[in-house]
């Protein structure tokens, strides 16, 4: 091939090793055909060091080598050559065709020659830069005439690093086994809760309706009563399902108790919908009394924020349920906000609609008893997600037996 | 136990015994605390004939016996005695707490001693008289005034029967193996939609985004050319990857063809959904030739309806998908109308939507790769619903292949 | 078709509604595109009371209604005419063409105008008549001239009908999901066990190493040390993890209290083995104090009999592994002579082997996290199969707190 | 802590950051508490160019040192010394306790100056020392008084290093996803294939009964009468499905054409048992005309070397199945010597006992449409194992379809 080739000097710095940085960086350029020469590595001498990386690419055309390069901005790489970012103007809810789409990775553009943060990480959204901020937008909420960063000149990503042995969290991260004592597990997230509380972080829950069914409702509820959930992200179910087991005693028509059937599963279902809908809401049958006890219950009492959101397969719904999802999803990443510590239990819709919102540095933990539920919400691009494979009633009870003990006396306090 | 007994004698006729009717009978009788003594039951003698049961309800409380009848009443036991229905008045999306809430099957009401057939069967839904008419509405559809159907007099459930042997559908039926030739489950569904379509039927399928990763689009696009679906119920996802293939050949950034990620997925996926929004939606976009090929673009021009409901984990959305969840339930249900047959491809969400909207007459095919999936499909309560657990692209493939042959002819013609 | 009709006339007696026999019957008849015309059906009354049911069944030709018999046989239909059941002579391992199969129901054999009990039921023998008594046989153990059973006619099953409401096993039969409540299913094994150790039953335990790796060894021995495990089947894996965990605290290198992979796995697992190979064995290690605590100490120190089959992918082994399956087998169905209840701990394996190895009667429970390994042993055939889909570790942990507190007394009575 | 450190100075080469064999390395050092120095790390320059490392390690104890050392040497590390390996005498059927448990990579010891590679490297064996070779040796073949590598000095390891884009197999590694075109995968294997062969090379096939009743047979009996399968390992089920298949048309009872059940499923199979036994053996079987269709009837026809192994699950067994497990896998060793490759069908059991049997430098590829057994196997430490997640039975449709064309002229030449 006599074509000229096109290249270009990117760097990197970080712990390029431990968090497989450096051998992503070599994939990304393979994968597409390019060629890279290392022009200097320097390595972290020790566990805490940062390591520093010269890569010269080189690709046959000159689309191929912004295809690396846009492919290596995720991964920390920016070119040598220090460019502002480019921004062009955008439409009513779209933007040109050559937008940066961003990652959930901390971010930067240059504009006039400074570096500035991006506010509002969040995945698959592009950056929008007015009145010398840069802010992340989803495409939907983009208006007319306003700025947008396109191509990759002057963007810079620093990518979460795996930290080796904090809390033990890497040992759970990317490795998703039914073959494991729940009890380690569930002792790393009571650490976890623990320091984010500590630090004054929140700690926010994402729930199905799994939780109630497997006996988990009043674990989860203990944990509310005391204080550990800042927020609770679900949909219709949950609600429905936690108010059928405070008004029936059932779930889905099981009791809940006697594990036996007692009923049309369906009946009590409808039932405990129409209930709340006949006072108004979830908020209204608490301030009743018609609902009077249950997850919900202890949720509103203890005014944790809480989110339902509507999905197709809804029945009724409860009148606290949000069946338009554009205000769902702002409902969603409100509660989301400065949120340090994300746990996702039993609910795969809704862990990957929070998942989406996140960025990267915020912490997940992900239990479910499938392990392909575990793994797809590990792989969606957080570096901080542990997953637990296991049953979520059972983790509940013994999280909430676990960490119940000391924190006993800060609740009776409170 | 000296309290006083309660009782009712209750009748049925049909395949009993087929059907596990008689079993479940009994078993909901038992599992309540009440007993039973059959007064009469003579068989179908023959695989064609009805069988008769009279059976005496006993309970120790009015309630007990009410529940244990209420319980009955899916199984197409009525009460002996035929009283009218009672109905009572709705308030404004709410309604008595003792109102009936129906099932899938067809369903009678008894009114100024007439049997009226029920409207718009569906699962979960009350029953609104008016004007000699008696039609299913989900609570929130309901307005202050209406009269609903209360209490378990005057009411009458005609449940489908599991007809042996016909189009070897029973077979399927409650089979949820891995270990089974799937070219015989394809045949079968080919004879039941040239069945369906020789009777004028209409065949409705359900399709996740699986349906595009695994390399089952082009399948279900010559399906789609040939005539073979009459309405494509689908969420966010599917397009949006459907588009990105017929724009960069790639399904969340992997090549079809290649297998090779050839970028970053998301960034292709971004894209597509915004070069959607800049012409307005898919419509707009096979109008102006932007998309000119896949598997909506095949949908678009051969006029099949289509409806892609919202999700909370959508990214874009494009313009054509409703978040607002209450139209996407009213617009999926327009579209359901009628159907004779449902497939459901890879979609739990999409297809527990649809599954919660269906009369049980419709036969319902329902092919994941997972067979919990498929097992949870078939377990909500439509004895018409066939799994066939395998991998969607390559199902979609021998379907399009076995089906295709004849049809080409009266494909040709049309 | 003018061909002549054969028919036959058979009986069965029963709970043969509840049971779901009936259904089976007329299923199985119009399967082999046979007829069936019911002369006579008396219905259970009540709960208690069994059905009777005279049928006659007619096919094309001879051997299709010896097909329909045949398959008849299992669900206790038998025909009306008592003939003797015909034998004939095997050979040296194998039998002749049209030998009977046994199911593992109870059955009965004419000879002589008298019905003979069928001793050491299983399923997949044959049955073997001599001297007045009838017993079943594997194929590899038969001899040549031995008299075995042929044909349809002089055999008579027994089905095990499932019984309402009994222990509340009813309900766990036929049920895996992963959307129960454990501790329910937990109390329901708790009682079985207690009811079964109140007879003075049997029961065996068949543990897979996950019950290790998920930290439900030490739940395990304390069961054994309270004189609640009669026996325990595994294979060379269990052992070995735990004999890995007594030495080194650790299961496949993964420390057990940390959950922190202290050391290459494989290390310690060849250790384990070697250390107890040096010393002959288990039961060797255990008496020169090399082998002080854990599972298998306990189950030795107590008594316990246990039997360690081999398979393909083990290393070592132990020397206590029997590596000739052929003893495997028959030293598994030792143990599982006169046992009520085996509880199956995440091993699908041996499971299965034990599955094959009992009759009908005995209740079996299986635990496994994975849904499809619950429903697959579930199939087997046994009516008295009851699945709970939860972490091993964790059933283990919640069924001897569960089960321990009152079994203590009569522990230190002992 | 004032204790004195201990250190040592190691070294490695190779492709060390693609293979993250690196990353692997500092993980190693801090799981152990031990802390590591970067002295040298020159890096390779391009995709092709080697890395070189030199780390000092520290660690608190001698035993720690060790500890991590010992660790180390799997990546490749060995000590910058060049020490003789140390040897001991073992017992019989047992090592010295600090033995060398070996992996799966290739290996070389020092002795008398000069490096020895192992011969026959397999997992979880002890390297015996004699007449200056060095070979792998299971614990169970150990005699007394033989000469056994222990400690860790003199061990060098060469780790495979993953190939970057070497006939795309990378892609396909540590990728285990339902939601990828199948067809994709195939074409790959095809092209292994096709190479392996091209160079003269073996492949081997390890088969579940899952073949067989997944429609599989009649396609994988295709590649055995093309010449693309050298060896067949598989256990009891597969043959006597085969069997059945080939007798009745049936798989456990199921019609395979018409996938209704025909009879009753374990008549056939235990039929299908008697009549091989009756002759003698599956090879009898095909001489005397017995079986004259099928997989087992084309692998012996045509001369491919199959093992049988027995399970504890097995009826019958075939009098072809091993029971005795040490032959058996002996027998399995033999079929897999110079394997170059091995394509696992199904059968976790038997996969996983290939697993360890195999040089890590053999590629694999796995096949199963359950991700849990294909994670597994992958996990199992090769980095040449490939995971396709489908329907077996679609996939050797799709690859007998695929590979034949060109084959067929080849074939027809043999």
Chains 1, 2, 3, 4 share one sequence.
Not at 355 to 382: E, F, H, Q, Y
């Amino acid at each position: 091939m006599a074509e000229p080739l096109h290249s270009e000097i990117v760097e990197a710095d970080g712990h390029l090793i431990d968090s497989r940085l450096l051998t992503s960086v070599f994939d990304k350029v393979i994968e597409r055909g390019a060629r890279f020469d290392v022009l200097d590595f320097s390595i972290g001498r020790t566990n805490e060091e940062f390591s520093h990386l010269r890569l010269r690419v080189t690709a046959q055309t000159e689309d191929g080598l912004r295809d690396v390069l846009e492919a290596l901005i995720p991964l920390g790489c920016h070119p040598r050559r220090h460019d502002d970012a480019r921004v062009a103007l955008a439409g009513d809810g779209f933007v040109p065709e050559d937008f940066y789409s961003t990652t959930n990775h901390h971010t930067q553009i240059r504009q006039g020659g400074r570096w500035l943060d991006v506010a509002e990480q969040r995945m698959d959204a592009v950056i929008v830069v007015a009145e010398g901020r840069a802010v992340c937008r989803k495409l939907r909420d983009i208006r007319a005439g306003e700025a947008v960063v396109c191509g990759v000149a002057g963007i810079r990503v620093v990518p979460e690093f795996q930290e080796r042995d904090r809390l033990g969290f890497a040992f759970m991260t990317n490795d998703v086994s039914t073959e494991r004592r729940v009890d380690v597990s569930v002792a790393r997230v009571v650490r976890m809760m623990r320091e984010v509380k500590a630090d004054g972080g929140r700690i926010v829950m994402v729930a199905g309706p799994v939780v109630v069914h497997s006996g988990g409702g009043p674990h989860l509820a203990r944990l509310v009563r005391q204080g550990w959930v800042d927020g609770l992200l679900a949909g219709n179910a949950l609600a429905v399902h936690d108010a059928e087991a405070a008004f029936f005693g059932t779930s889905l028509g099981v009791d809940l108790e006697a594990g036996v059937a007692v009923e049309e599963g369906h009946k009590h279902h409808m039932r405990a919908i129409n209930r709340i809908r006949r006072v108004g809401g979830l908020r209204e049958a608490v301030a009743q009394g018609v609902l009077s006890r249950g997850l919900m219950h202890d949720v509103i009492t203890h005014d944790v924020p809480f989110v339902l959101a509507g999905s197709i397969r809804d029945d009724g719904p409860l009148p606290d349920t949000l069946m338009d999802l554009v205000v769902a999803q702002e409902r969603y990443a409100e509660v989301l906000r400065d949120a340090r510590l994300v746990v996702m239990l039993s609910s795969m819709l809704h862990s990957i609609g929070v998942g989406n919102m996140l960025p990267a540095w915020v912490r997940v933990v992900c239990v479910d008893i499938n392990p392909a539920v575990v793994t797809k919400l590990s792989d969606r691009g957080s570096s901080q997600t542990a997953g637990v494979v296991t049953d979520v009633g059972l983790f509940l009870d013994h999280l909430s037996a676990q960490i119940g003990e000391e924190r006993r006396d800060r609740a009776s306090n409170k």
